[in-house]
């Protein structure tokens, strides 16, 4: 069986992505350039990932992360238009990080309902669970100054998304 990018890729470039994310928050390693540049990479790959994907992602759950995938492409195209365009202050940004931390979450909790395998059907319902749950630890710690709960955030959202990610490229084999 062969086994293309868009099957696997996504695998390896959420866990990515959340790595990146937490490192821009925790260490100065992850510096605003990079970050900028992380952003313009992401957005030429979910472009390309929808061009080479969109005919093969129907019915409900498939169709359902198609539209997942197009408005987490739009939030990361507004911020990546802020950081350039405002190089000192970012309002949208954050738009763009709660967008990822919410779509896939619901998309999750709603691809675990629709699945009818128990085992995938919990990483699925754990995976939504733990990213919102994640988006709220994150935005209280934001609000409250709490770097551990804006750590915590990220990490909850990073192992759910990928849990998610992971059991529907194994899924899908």
């Not at 061009?51 to 129907?58: H, Q, Y």
């Not at 198609?66 to 190089?87: F, K, N, Q, W, Y």
């Not at 939504?128 to 935005?139: D, I, P, T, V």
Request: proline share 5%.
């Amino acid at each position: 069986m062969t086994r293309s990018l868009t099957d696997v890729g996504p695998a390896v470039l959420v866990p990515a992505a959340w790595t990146v994310t937490l490192g821009a928050h925790v260490t100065a390693l992850v510096t605003r350039r990079t970050l900028f540049v992380a952003l313009c990479v992401m957005d030429v790959l979910l472009v390309a990932f929808y061009l080479a994907a969109r005919d093969e992602m129907t019915g409900p759950v498939l169709s359902l992360w198609l539209r997942v995938l197009l408005g987490g492409l739009v939030a990361t195209l507004l911020g990546t238009a802020d950081m350039a365009l405002d190089p000192g202050s970012d309002p949208l940004l954050p738009v763009t990080l709660a967008a990822w931390m919410v779509l896939p979450g619901v998309a999750y909790l709603l691809t675990g309902r629709a699945v009818a395998t128990p085992a995938y059907r919990r990483v699925y319902l754990a995976g939504g669970l733990l990213s919102l749950a994640g988006a709220a630890a994150y935005a209280l710690g934001s609000a409250g100054g709490a770097v551990a709960g804006v750590v915590a955030g990220l990490v909850a959202v990073g192992v759910g998304q990928t849990a998610g990610i992971v059991a529907a490229a194994v899924q899908n084999t």
